[in-house]
């Protein structure tokens, strides 16, 4: 049975930082594409970050380009999200997803969602 769980949302004054985490059991993450997407309260998912390991691509956002990196930890089957100069426009609810299908995932669509993980960045 494959779960996601995320981990290290919380309260950060703009210009700092946060690292999530992002723990996927049950998958093998180089068959799959892992995403970041985030939403807050009135607007749609916005896909975030998103990763194939075994290609080594990774795609961002516009508007987190130079800010937030995705990157790995093998032994510990877990994905990062490394954010930094945070911005009060980046507090939303962020979620990690898996994909067997890197297409699926740039179309904001997933096979495994975590549960979420709350950012909220005050100016």
């Known amino acids: 049975r494959v779960q996601v769980v995320e981990s290290g949302g919380g309260l950060v004054q703009a210009g700092g930082s946060l690292r999530l985490s992002c723990t996927a059991s049950g998958l093998t993450p180089d068959e799959y594409a892992m995403a970041w997407f985030r939403q807050a309260p009135g607007k749609e998912r916005e896909r975030v970050a998103c990763t194939k390991w075994r290609r080594g691509i990774r795609y961002y956002v516009e508007s987190v380009k130079g800010r937030f990196t995705i990157s790995r930890d093998n032994a510990k089957n877990t994905m990062y999200l490394q954010m930094n100069s945070l911005k009060p426009e980046d507090s939303a609810m962020y979620y990690c997803?898996?994909?067997?299908?890197?297409?699926?995932?740039?179309?904001?669509?997933?096979?495994?969602w975590g549960q979420g993980t709350q950012v909220t960045v005050s100016s």
């Open positions: 997803a898996a994909d067997s299908s890197l297409a699926w995932l740039l179309r904001g669509s997933a096979e495994y």
